[in-house]
Protein backbone atom coordinates (compact mmCIF):
# COMPACT_ATOMS: atom_id res chain seq x y z
CA UNK A 1 0.00 0.00 0.00
CA UNK A 2 1.00 3.32 -0.54
CA UNK A 3 2.47 5.07 2.08
CA UNK A 4 0.55 8.34 1.64
CA UNK A 5 -2.75 6.88 1.58
CA UNK A 6 -3.77 8.21 4.89
CA UNK A 7 -3.46 11.93 2.86
CA UNK A 8 -6.48 11.22 0.57
CA UNK A 9 -9.58 12.77 0.90
CA UNK A 10 -11.66 11.03 4.28
CA UNK A 11 -14.73 11.88 6.15
CA UNK A 12 -14.67 11.34 10.18
CA UNK A 13 -16.62 7.76 9.56
CA UNK A 14 -13.71 6.07 7.28
CA UNK A 15 -10.90 7.66 9.75
CA UNK A 16 -12.93 6.19 12.67
CA UNK A 17 -12.91 2.41 11.13
CA UNK A 18 -9.21 2.97 10.68
CA UNK A 19 -9.08 3.81 14.21
CA UNK A 20 -10.93 0.74 15.33
CA UNK A 21 -8.89 -1.59 13.13
CA UNK A 22 -5.77 0.21 14.43
CA UNK A 23 -6.42 -0.67 17.74
CA UNK A 24 -7.25 -4.54 17.06
CA UNK A 25 -4.47 -4.74 15.00
CA UNK A 26 -1.92 -1.59 14.71
CA UNK A 27 -0.09 -3.88 11.99
CA UNK A 28 -3.28 -3.80 9.72
CA UNK A 29 -3.04 -0.01 8.80
CA UNK A 30 -0.63 2.15 7.23
CA UNK A 31 2.68 2.74 8.31
CA UNK A 32 1.36 6.48 8.04
CA UNK A 33 -1.76 5.84 9.94
CA UNK A 34 -0.20 4.37 12.94
CA UNK A 35 1.70 7.63 13.60
CA UNK A 36 -0.92 9.57 13.61
CA UNK A 37 -2.99 7.01 16.02
CA UNK A 38 -0.13 7.11 17.98
CA UNK A 39 -0.24 10.57 18.41
CA UNK A 40 -4.02 11.01 19.10
CA UNK A 41 -4.12 8.27 21.52
CA UNK A 42 -1.12 10.51 23.04
CA UNK A 43 -3.11 13.26 23.00
CA UNK A 44 -6.35 12.06 24.46
CA UNK A 45 -5.07 10.03 27.56
CA UNK A 46 -2.65 13.41 27.96
CA UNK A 47 -5.94 15.30 28.33
CA UNK A 48 -7.67 12.40 30.27
CA UNK A 49 -10.29 11.43 27.53
CA UNK A 50 -10.48 8.09 25.49
CA UNK A 51 -13.54 9.18 22.90
CA UNK A 52 -13.38 7.63 19.37
CA UNK A 53 -11.86 9.29 16.45
CA UNK A 54 -15.21 9.39 15.33
CA UNK A 55 -16.53 11.17 18.40
CA UNK A 56 -13.91 13.82 18.20
CA UNK A 57 -14.52 17.22 15.87
CA UNK A 58 -14.55 15.72 12.65
CA UNK A 59 -12.90 19.45 11.73
CA UNK A 60 -10.13 18.78 13.74
CA UNK A 61 -9.62 15.28 12.67
CA UNK A 62 -9.74 15.94 9.26
CA UNK A 63 -7.12 19.13 9.64
CA UNK A 64 -4.41 16.67 11.63
CA UNK A 65 -4.44 15.04 7.99
CA UNK A 66 -3.82 18.20 6.37
CA UNK A 67 -0.86 19.07 8.49
CA UNK A 68 0.68 15.77 7.81
CA UNK A 69 -0.19 16.37 4.03
CA UNK A 70 1.97 19.98 5.16
CA UNK A 71 4.77 17.76 6.54
CA UNK A 72 4.98 15.30 3.74
CA UNK A 73 4.61 17.81 1.13
CA UNK A 74 7.67 19.89 2.82
CA UNK A 75 9.50 16.42 2.61
CA UNK A 76 8.59 15.77 -1.04
CA UNK A 77 8.67 19.87 -2.39
CA UNK A 78 10.25 21.73 -0.13
CA UNK A 79 13.56 21.77 -2.15
CA UNK A 80 11.79 24.04 -5.15
CA UNK A 81 11.55 26.81 -2.26
CA UNK A 82 14.65 27.19 -0.67
CA UNK A 83 17.36 29.81 -0.39
CA UNK A 84 19.86 28.03 -2.07
CA UNK A 85 21.00 30.22 -5.02
CA UNK A 86 23.26 33.08 -4.04
CA UNK A 87 23.50 35.66 -6.74
CA UNK A 88 19.86 34.73 -8.96
CA UNK A 89 15.77 34.50 -6.99
CA UNK A 90 14.33 30.82 -7.34
CA UNK A 91 11.88 29.80 -10.30
CA UNK A 92 8.27 30.30 -8.77
CA UNK A 93 6.67 26.34 -8.40
CA UNK A 94 3.30 25.79 -8.09
CA UNK A 95 1.56 24.89 -5.72
CA UNK A 96 3.50 26.72 -3.47
CA UNK A 97 3.60 26.11 0.21
CA UNK A 98 1.57 28.70 1.24
CA UNK A 99 -0.93 27.30 4.35
CA UNK A 100 -3.88 27.32 1.88
CA UNK A 101 -2.62 24.58 -0.34
CA UNK A 102 -2.89 22.18 2.52
CA UNK A 103 -6.18 23.00 3.43
CA UNK A 104 -5.01 25.07 6.60
CA UNK A 105 -4.73 28.94 7.83
CA UNK A 106 -3.20 31.36 10.00
CA UNK A 107 -5.92 30.91 12.60
CA UNK A 108 -4.69 27.30 12.69
CA UNK A 109 -1.04 28.15 13.74
CA UNK A 110 -1.94 28.02 17.25
CA UNK A 111 -3.86 24.88 17.71
CA UNK A 112 -2.07 21.70 18.78
CA UNK A 113 -2.25 18.97 16.37
CA UNK A 114 -1.23 14.85 17.13
CA UNK A 115 0.62 15.00 13.86
CA UNK A 116 3.69 16.56 15.20
CA UNK A 117 4.53 13.38 16.44
CA UNK A 118 5.37 12.64 13.00
CA UNK A 119 8.63 15.07 13.37
CA UNK A 120 9.54 14.06 16.56
CA UNK A 121 7.72 17.15 18.20
CA UNK A 122 5.20 15.54 19.87
CA UNK A 123 1.80 16.86 19.94
CA UNK A 124 2.71 20.22 19.07
CA UNK A 125 1.38 23.68 17.64
CA UNK A 126 1.00 24.13 14.07
CA UNK A 127 3.60 27.30 14.10
CA UNK A 128 5.87 24.71 15.74
CA UNK A 129 5.59 22.11 13.31
CA UNK A 130 5.33 24.30 10.30
CA UNK A 131 9.05 26.21 11.78
CA UNK A 132 10.51 22.84 11.77
CA UNK A 133 9.62 21.90 8.35
CA UNK A 134 10.55 25.10 7.03
CA UNK A 135 14.05 25.13 8.75
CA UNK A 136 14.91 21.62 7.30
CA UNK A 137 13.53 21.55 3.86
CA UNK A 138 13.36 25.42 2.70
CA UNK A 139 16.67 26.77 3.79
CA UNK A 140 20.11 26.87 2.40
CA UNK A 141 19.66 22.97 1.62
CA UNK A 142 17.38 21.65 -0.96
CA UNK A 143 17.02 17.64 -0.54
CA UNK A 144 15.08 15.42 -3.09
CA UNK A 145 14.80 11.91 -2.14
CA UNK A 146 11.28 11.01 -1.49
CA UNK A 147 11.45 9.25 -4.65
CA UNK A 148 13.52 6.69 -3.58
CA UNK A 149 12.22 3.44 -3.54
CA UNK A 150 13.28 1.75 0.22
CA UNK A 151 11.49 3.18 3.14
CA UNK A 152 14.60 2.92 5.28
CA UNK A 153 16.67 4.64 3.53
CA UNK A 154 13.99 7.93 3.28
CA UNK A 155 13.29 7.38 7.32
CA UNK A 156 17.18 7.74 7.94
CA UNK A 157 17.25 10.61 5.90
CA UNK A 158 14.23 12.12 7.23
CA UNK A 159 15.47 11.62 11.13
CA UNK A 160 18.78 12.83 10.60
CA UNK A 161 17.69 16.05 8.81
CA UNK A 162 14.81 17.02 11.19
CA UNK A 163 16.82 16.04 14.43
CA UNK A 164 18.97 19.01 13.06
CA UNK A 165 16.55 21.00 11.27
CA UNK A 166 19.79 20.65 8.79
CA UNK A 167 21.31 23.83 10.47
CA UNK A 168 24.70 22.85 11.98
CA UNK A 169 25.94 23.24 14.88
CA UNK A 170 29.73 23.05 14.81
CA UNK A 171 32.42 23.73 17.42
CA UNK A 172 34.65 26.69 17.01
CA UNK A 173 37.41 24.92 16.12
CA UNK A 174 35.76 23.46 13.25
CA UNK A 175 34.25 27.04 12.26
CA UNK A 176 37.87 28.51 12.31
CA UNK A 177 38.92 25.57 9.85
CA UNK A 178 35.97 26.24 6.99
CA UNK A 179 36.86 29.84 7.97
CA UNK A 180 40.72 29.17 6.79
CA UNK A 181 39.72 26.70 3.88
CA UNK A 182 38.04 29.25 2.39
CA UNK A 183 40.94 31.87 3.03
CA UNK A 184 43.00 29.74 1.16
CA UNK A 185 40.97 29.04 -1.47
CA UNK A 186 40.29 32.65 -1.98
CA UNK A 187 43.31 34.46 -1.17
CA UNK A 188 45.32 31.74 -3.58
CA UNK A 189 42.85 32.33 -6.69
CA UNK A 190 43.27 36.20 -6.10
CA UNK A 191 47.22 35.93 -5.76
CA UNK A 192 47.37 33.69 -9.27
CA UNK A 193 44.78 36.60 -10.87
CA UNK A 194 47.35 39.40 -10.10
CA UNK A 195 50.47 37.76 -10.94
CA UNK A 196 50.06 36.28 -13.30
CA UNK A 197 47.55 38.42 -14.93
CA UNK A 198 45.97 37.10 -17.73
CA UNK A 199 47.05 33.73 -18.01
CA UNK A 200 44.65 30.73 -18.14
CA UNK A 201 43.78 29.11 -14.62
CA UNK A 202 40.31 28.13 -15.13
CA UNK A 203 39.74 29.65 -11.50
CA UNK A 204 37.42 28.72 -8.53
CA UNK A 205 35.95 32.21 -7.84
CA UNK A 206 32.49 32.01 -6.84
CA UNK A 207 32.54 28.10 -6.04
CA UNK A 208 36.13 28.54 -3.18
CA UNK A 209 33.40 26.38 -0.82
CA UNK A 210 34.51 23.36 -2.57
CA UNK A 211 37.67 23.16 -0.69
CA UNK A 212 36.16 23.26 2.86
CA UNK A 213 33.64 20.48 1.31
CA UNK A 214 36.42 18.07 0.41
CA UNK A 215 38.80 19.05 3.45
CA UNK A 216 35.55 17.62 5.44
CA UNK A 217 34.61 15.05 2.82
CA UNK A 218 38.29 13.21 3.64
CA UNK A 219 37.62 14.05 7.59
CA UNK A 220 34.79 12.58 8.25
CA UNK A 221 35.38 9.53 5.68
CA UNK A 222 38.31 8.52 7.82
CA UNK A 223 36.39 8.54 11.12
CA UNK A 224 34.33 6.57 9.24
CA UNK A 225 36.64 3.66 7.88
CA UNK A 226 37.55 5.49 4.44
CA UNK A 227 41.42 5.20 3.92
CA UNK A 228 41.44 6.20 0.03
CA UNK A 229 39.88 8.79 -2.12
CA UNK A 230 40.36 8.57 -5.24
CA UNK A 231 38.97 12.47 -7.01
CA UNK A 232 38.15 13.23 -11.01
CA UNK A 233 37.38 16.50 -11.98
CA UNK A 234 37.61 18.88 -14.81
CA UNK A 235 40.18 21.43 -15.18
CA UNK A 236 38.02 24.42 -12.96
CA UNK A 237 39.64 24.29 -9.75
CA UNK A 238 41.95 21.65 -10.38
CA UNK A 239 45.03 24.14 -9.08
CA UNK A 240 43.11 24.88 -5.77
CA UNK A 241 42.22 21.23 -4.97
CA UNK A 242 45.70 20.55 -6.44
CA UNK A 243 47.38 22.76 -3.68
CA UNK A 244 44.52 22.73 -0.64
CA UNK A 245 43.43 19.82 -1.10
CA UNK A 246 46.24 17.80 -2.69
CA UNK A 247 49.12 19.04 -0.89
CA UNK A 248 50.88 19.64 -4.33
CA UNK A 249 53.29 23.05 -2.76
CA UNK A 250 52.87 26.31 -4.08
CA UNK A 251 56.26 27.06 -5.10
CA UNK A 252 55.51 24.35 -7.75
CA UNK A 253 52.32 25.95 -8.97
CA UNK A 254 53.97 29.28 -9.61
CA UNK A 255 57.27 27.88 -11.13
CA UNK A 256 55.00 26.25 -13.99
CA UNK A 257 53.11 29.44 -14.40
CA UNK A 258 56.71 30.80 -14.93
CA UNK A 259 57.12 28.49 -17.36
CA UNK A 260 60.01 25.74 -15.79
CA UNK A 261 59.94 22.51 -16.80
CA UNK A 262 60.10 19.18 -14.86
CA UNK A 263 63.25 18.05 -16.45
CA UNK A 264 66.04 18.79 -19.18
CA UNK A 265 66.11 15.67 -20.95
CA UNK A 266 63.30 16.41 -23.12
CA UNK A 267 62.39 12.55 -23.29
CA UNK A 268 61.48 12.31 -19.46
CA UNK A 269 59.70 16.02 -19.55
CA UNK A 270 57.55 14.17 -22.29
CA UNK A 271 53.96 15.27 -19.85
CA UNK A 272 53.41 18.04 -22.56
CA UNK A 273 49.81 18.98 -20.59
CA UNK A 274 49.08 21.92 -19.30
CA UNK A 275 49.31 22.55 -15.47
CA UNK A 276 45.25 22.55 -15.27
CA UNK A 277 45.01 19.08 -16.72
CA UNK A 278 47.69 17.21 -14.30
CA UNK A 279 47.15 14.60 -11.64
CA UNK A 280 48.65 13.92 -8.33
CA UNK A 281 48.60 11.71 -5.70
CA UNK A 282 49.51 12.11 -1.93
CA UNK A 283 49.05 10.83 1.70
CA UNK A 284 47.45 13.54 4.04
CA UNK A 285 47.07 13.40 7.76
CA UNK A 286 43.56 13.89 9.13
CA UNK A 287 43.05 15.95 12.32
CA UNK A 288 42.83 12.96 14.46
CA UNK A 289 46.14 11.65 13.07
CA UNK A 290 45.30 8.91 10.47
CA UNK A 291 46.34 8.87 7.21
CA UNK A 292 44.53 8.90 3.65
CA UNK A 293 45.79 8.38 0.15
CA UNK A 294 44.30 10.87 -2.31
CA UNK A 295 44.54 10.46 -6.03
CA UNK A 296 43.97 13.00 -8.52
CA UNK A 297 42.83 11.58 -12.39
CA UNK A 298 44.50 13.65 -14.92
CA UNK A 299 42.08 14.66 -17.25
CA UNK A 300 42.30 16.36 -20.39
CA UNK A 301 39.61 19.02 -21.70
CA UNK A 302 37.02 16.44 -22.22
CA UNK A 303 35.12 17.19 -19.10
CA UNK A 304 33.35 13.95 -17.76
CA UNK A 305 35.41 11.40 -19.37
CA UNK A 306 37.54 10.94 -16.56
CA UNK A 307 34.36 9.43 -14.79
CA UNK A 308 34.85 5.83 -15.72
CA UNK A 309 38.41 6.21 -15.45
CA UNK A 310 37.84 7.35 -11.77
CA UNK A 311 35.08 4.13 -10.94
CA UNK A 312 37.74 2.02 -12.80
CA UNK A 313 40.99 2.72 -10.45
CA UNK A 314 38.67 2.30 -7.44
CA UNK A 315 37.31 -1.13 -8.32
CA UNK A 316 40.41 -2.19 -9.34
CA UNK A 317 42.06 -1.39 -5.77
CA UNK A 318 38.67 -2.74 -4.59
CA UNK A 319 39.17 -6.18 -5.75
CA UNK A 320 43.08 -6.51 -5.66
CA UNK A 321 44.17 -4.18 -2.10
CA UNK A 322 40.91 -4.04 -0.17
CA UNK A 323 40.14 -7.59 -0.72
CA UNK A 324 36.77 -6.48 -1.95
CA UNK A 325 36.05 -3.94 0.40
CA UNK A 326 34.44 -1.25 -0.47
CA UNK A 327 33.88 0.79 2.80
CA UNK A 328 37.74 1.49 2.54
CA UNK A 329 37.50 3.39 -0.32
CA UNK A 330 35.42 5.80 -2.16
CA UNK A 331 35.70 7.90 -5.58
CA UNK A 332 34.73 11.51 -5.85
CA UNK A 333 33.74 13.08 -8.82
CA UNK A 334 33.65 16.94 -9.42
CA UNK A 335 30.97 17.72 -12.39
CA UNK A 336 30.40 21.06 -13.84
CA UNK A 337 26.24 21.78 -14.05
CA UNK A 338 26.47 21.56 -17.97
CA UNK A 339 28.66 18.68 -18.57
CA UNK A 340 27.02 16.01 -15.73
CA UNK A 341 23.22 17.38 -17.45
CA UNK A 342 24.65 17.25 -21.33
CA UNK A 343 27.19 14.48 -21.82
CA UNK A 344 25.78 10.58 -22.23
CA UNK A 345 29.36 9.21 -20.64
CA UNK A 346 27.17 10.42 -17.30
CA UNK A 347 24.39 8.75 -17.73
CA UNK A 348 26.58 5.54 -18.61
CA UNK A 349 28.42 5.41 -15.61
CA UNK A 350 25.40 6.18 -13.22
CA UNK A 351 23.85 3.25 -14.61
CA UNK A 352 26.37 0.89 -14.49
CA UNK A 353 27.09 2.21 -10.65
CA UNK A 354 24.83 -0.66 -9.21
CA UNK A 355 25.98 -3.76 -11.37
CA UNK A 356 28.11 -6.62 -9.78
CA UNK A 357 30.95 -6.33 -12.12
CA UNK A 358 31.42 -2.20 -11.94
CA UNK A 359 29.97 -1.28 -8.86
CA UNK A 360 32.61 0.94 -6.40
CA UNK A 361 29.82 1.09 -2.93
CA UNK A 362 28.68 4.23 -3.77
CA UNK A 363 30.05 7.47 -5.27
CA UNK A 364 29.79 11.08 -4.12
CA UNK A 365 29.29 13.07 -6.34
CA UNK A 366 29.57 17.26 -6.33
CA UNK A 367 28.44 19.02 -8.76
CA UNK A 368 30.05 23.30 -9.45
CA UNK A 369 26.96 24.81 -10.49
CA UNK A 370 28.08 27.74 -11.94
CA UNK A 371 24.22 28.12 -13.57
CA UNK A 372 26.17 28.49 -17.02
CA UNK A 373 27.69 26.51 -19.48
CA UNK A 374 30.75 28.49 -21.72
CA UNK A 375 28.05 31.36 -22.47
CA UNK A 376 24.75 29.51 -22.44
CA UNK A 377 22.34 30.06 -19.45
CA UNK A 378 20.88 26.72 -17.81
CA UNK A 379 17.59 27.49 -18.71
CA UNK A 380 18.53 27.20 -22.49
CA UNK A 381 20.94 23.88 -21.76
CA UNK A 382 18.33 21.32 -20.77
CA UNK A 383 15.20 19.88 -20.18
CA UNK A 384 15.37 18.83 -16.73
CA UNK A 385 14.37 21.13 -13.47
CA UNK A 386 17.86 20.57 -11.99
CA UNK A 387 21.42 19.47 -13.90
CA UNK A 388 21.49 16.82 -11.18
CA UNK A 389 18.34 15.00 -12.30
CA UNK A 390 20.22 11.88 -13.32
CA UNK A 391 20.91 10.87 -10.23
CA UNK A 392 16.98 9.71 -10.28
CA UNK A 393 17.43 6.79 -12.59
CA UNK A 394 19.52 5.13 -9.49
CA UNK A 395 17.29 6.40 -6.58
CA UNK A 396 20.24 8.50 -4.96
CA UNK A 397 19.51 11.52 -2.97
CA UNK A 398 20.58 14.71 -4.04
CA UNK A 399 21.33 17.55 -1.98
CA UNK A 400 21.18 21.46 -3.40
CA UNK A 401 23.40 23.62 -1.10
CA UNK A 402 24.04 27.72 -1.60
CA UNK A 403 27.18 27.67 -2.01
CA UNK A 404 28.23 31.14 -0.03
CA UNK A 405 26.47 29.45 2.93
CA UNK A 406 29.78 26.93 4.19
CA UNK A 407 28.52 25.69 7.07
CA UNK A 408 25.34 24.25 5.11
CA UNK A 409 27.33 22.91 2.23
CA UNK A 410 29.96 20.81 4.81
CA UNK A 411 26.92 19.60 6.94
CA UNK A 412 25.58 18.41 3.58
CA UNK A 413 28.78 16.44 2.46
CA UNK A 414 28.98 15.24 5.56
CA UNK A 415 25.28 13.61 5.51
CA UNK A 416 26.34 12.66 1.86
CA UNK A 417 29.66 10.66 2.98
CA UNK A 418 27.49 9.11 6.11
CA UNK A 419 25.03 7.66 3.90
CA UNK A 420 27.31 6.31 1.00
CA UNK A 421 28.90 4.31 4.04
CA UNK A 422 25.89 3.05 5.22
CA UNK A 423 24.35 2.35 1.70
CA UNK A 424 26.96 1.71 -0.65
CA UNK A 425 25.08 3.88 -3.15
CA UNK A 426 25.68 7.40 -5.02
CA UNK A 427 25.11 10.66 -3.75
CA UNK A 428 25.03 14.02 -4.90
CA UNK A 429 25.99 17.34 -3.82
CA UNK A 430 24.55 20.16 -6.13
CA UNK A 431 26.95 23.29 -4.94
CA UNK A 432 25.11 26.04 -6.20
CA UNK A 433 27.41 28.91 -6.88
CA UNK A 434 28.57 31.07 -9.77
CA UNK A 435 31.87 31.88 -12.14
CA UNK A 436 33.01 35.25 -11.17
CA UNK A 437 35.06 35.61 -14.46
CA UNK A 438 34.25 33.68 -18.44
CA UNK A 439 35.13 30.29 -19.22
CA UNK A 440 38.39 31.34 -18.64
CA UNK A 441 40.27 34.59 -17.78
CA UNK A 442 40.38 35.80 -21.13
CA UNK A 443 36.60 36.05 -21.69
CA UNK A 444 34.21 38.43 -20.99
CA UNK A 445 31.01 37.05 -19.58
CA UNK A 446 29.21 40.44 -19.78
CA UNK A 447 28.87 39.97 -23.50
CA UNK A 448 26.65 37.02 -23.43
CA UNK A 449 25.19 37.83 -20.05
CA UNK A 450 25.16 40.83 -18.77
CA UNK A 451 22.48 41.28 -16.06
CA UNK A 452 24.18 38.13 -14.29
CA UNK A 453 27.57 39.66 -14.22
CA UNK A 454 26.18 42.68 -12.98
CA UNK A 455 24.90 40.96 -10.06
CA UNK A 456 28.50 38.82 -9.64
CA UNK A 457 30.13 41.82 -10.00
CA UNK A 458 29.04 43.56 -6.75
CA UNK A 459 28.89 39.99 -4.96
CA UNK A 460 31.22 39.28 -1.75
CA UNK A 461 33.35 36.19 -2.04
CA UNK A 462 32.38 32.95 0.11
CA UNK A 463 35.00 33.62 2.64
CA UNK A 464 33.91 37.34 2.96
CA UNK A 465 30.41 35.70 3.48
CA UNK A 466 31.61 33.89 6.21
CA UNK A 467 33.89 35.86 8.51
CA UNK A 468 30.71 38.24 8.87
CA UNK A 469 28.76 35.66 9.64
CA UNK A 470 30.93 34.51 12.34
CA UNK A 471 31.99 38.06 13.15
CA UNK A 472 28.32 39.19 13.53
CA UNK A 473 28.06 35.52 16.02
CA UNK A 474 30.65 36.20 17.89
CA UNK A 475 33.16 33.69 16.66
CA UNK A 476 35.64 35.88 15.73
CA UNK A 477 36.50 39.26 15.80
CA UNK A 478 37.69 41.09 12.38
CA UNK A 479 41.38 41.31 13.34
CA UNK A 480 41.33 37.43 12.81
CA UNK A 481 39.93 37.25 9.57
CA UNK A 482 42.29 39.81 8.13
CA UNK A 483 45.23 38.57 9.86
CA UNK A 484 45.00 35.05 8.33
CA UNK A 485 44.23 36.63 5.02
CA UNK A 486 47.53 38.77 5.67
CA UNK A 487 49.98 35.68 6.83
CA UNK A 488 48.76 33.97 3.87
CA UNK A 489 49.53 36.11 1.17
CA UNK A 490 53.11 36.57 2.79
CA UNK A 491 53.30 33.15 2.32
CA UNK A 492 52.25 32.95 -1.31
CA UNK A 493 54.55 35.28 -1.82
CA UNK A 494 57.70 34.27 -0.37
CA UNK A 495 56.98 31.03 -2.26
CA UNK A 496 56.88 32.99 -5.27
CA UNK A 497 60.34 34.24 -5.33
CA UNK A 498 61.44 30.84 -4.31
CA UNK A 499 60.17 29.70 -7.65
CA UNK A 500 61.30 32.77 -9.48
CA UNK A 501 65.03 31.01 -8.53
CA UNK A 502 64.48 27.80 -10.07
CA UNK A 503 65.86 26.73 -13.55
CA UNK A 504 64.85 23.36 -13.68
CA UNK A 505 61.49 21.50 -11.41
CA UNK A 506 61.83 18.55 -9.37
CA UNK A 507 58.74 16.75 -8.85
CA UNK A 508 57.23 17.52 -5.09
CA UNK A 509 55.64 13.24 -5.40
CA UNK A 510 57.67 11.70 -7.95
CA UNK A 511 55.16 9.77 -10.34
CA UNK A 512 57.23 6.06 -9.94
CA UNK A 513 57.08 5.76 -6.67
CA UNK A 514 55.50 3.29 -4.26
CA UNK A 515 53.83 0.61 -6.07
CA UNK A 516 55.45 1.97 -9.29
CA UNK A 517 59.12 1.81 -7.71
CA UNK A 518 62.14 1.16 -10.25
CA UNK A 519 59.59 1.75 -13.62
CA UNK A 520 60.51 4.80 -15.88
CA UNK A 521 58.97 6.09 -18.80
CA UNK A 522 61.38 4.30 -21.82
CA UNK A 523 63.61 6.02 -24.24
CA UNK A 524 63.77 6.12 -27.84
CA UNK A 525 65.81 3.18 -29.14
CA UNK A 526 65.02 1.03 -26.01
CA UNK A 527 61.98 -0.16 -27.51
CA UNK A 528 62.68 -2.30 -30.82
CA UNK A 529 60.12 -2.59 -33.35
CA UNK A 530 60.51 -6.03 -33.52
CA UNK A 531 62.14 -8.52 -31.04
CA UNK A 532 63.04 -12.43 -31.41
CA UNK A 533 62.10 -12.80 -27.77
CA UNK A 534 58.49 -12.84 -28.17
CA UNK A 535 58.14 -14.78 -31.43
CA UNK A 536 56.75 -17.90 -31.39
CA UNK A 537 57.55 -21.15 -33.89
CA UNK A 538 55.42 -21.57 -36.64
CA UNK A 539 54.57 -25.14 -35.63
CA UNK A 540 54.00 -25.02 -32.23
CA UNK A 541 51.48 -21.78 -33.32
CA UNK A 542 49.88 -24.19 -35.46
CA UNK A 543 49.84 -26.79 -33.04
CA UNK A 544 48.54 -25.05 -29.95
CA UNK A 545 45.64 -23.60 -33.26
CA UNK A 546 44.49 -26.93 -33.97
CA UNK A 547 44.41 -27.89 -30.01
CA UNK A 548 42.05 -25.20 -28.97
CA UNK A 549 39.60 -25.45 -31.71
CA UNK A 550 39.47 -29.10 -31.69
CA UNK A 551 36.58 -30.89 -29.25
CA UNK A 552 37.33 -33.62 -26.78
CA UNK A 553 36.51 -37.20 -28.24
CA UNK A 554 35.16 -38.18 -24.43
CA UNK A 555 32.79 -35.73 -24.33
CA UNK A 556 29.47 -35.82 -25.94
CA UNK A 557 28.67 -32.36 -27.45
CA UNK A 558 25.11 -31.22 -28.35
CA UNK A 559 24.66 -30.10 -32.13
Known amino acids: MDNLTYLSN ?6 DGLYQSYKQDPQSVDFGWQKFFEGFDFGQNAGGTTSSVGEATPEHVLKEINVLNMINGYRDRGHLFTHTNPVR ?21 STVFNAGVEV ?6 LKDIRQLVEDTYCRSIGAEFKYIRNPEKIKWLQDRMEADRNMPKFSLDTKKRILNKLNHAVVFENFLGTKFLG ?5 LEGAESLIPALDSVIEKGSEIGIQEFVIGMAHRGRLNVLTNIMGKSYKSIFSEFEGKTYADDPEVNFGGDVKYHLGFSSEVKTNDGKS ?12 ETVDPIVEGMVRSKIDFKYDGDSSKIAPI ?3 GDAAIAGQGVVYEVTQMSKLDGYKTGGTVHIVINNQIGFTTNYKDARSGTYCTDVAKITSSPVFHVNGDDAEAVVYAINLAVEYRQKYKTDVFIDLLCYRRFGHNEADEPKFTQPLLYKIIEKHPNPKEVYAKKLISEGSIDEAYSKNIE ?10 LEEAKTIEVLTEDLPMFKGAWEGLRPAK ?9 KTKVAKDLFLKLAKEITTLPSDKKILP
Open 10 to 15: ADSAYV
Open 524 to 532: KGEVSTTTD
Open 89 to 109: ERRKYYPGKELETFGLAEADM
Open 486 to 495: KEFKAELQTK
Open 199 to 203: QKRFS
Open 292 to 303: VHLSLAPNPSHL
Open 333 to 335: IIH
Open 120 to 125: GLGPAT
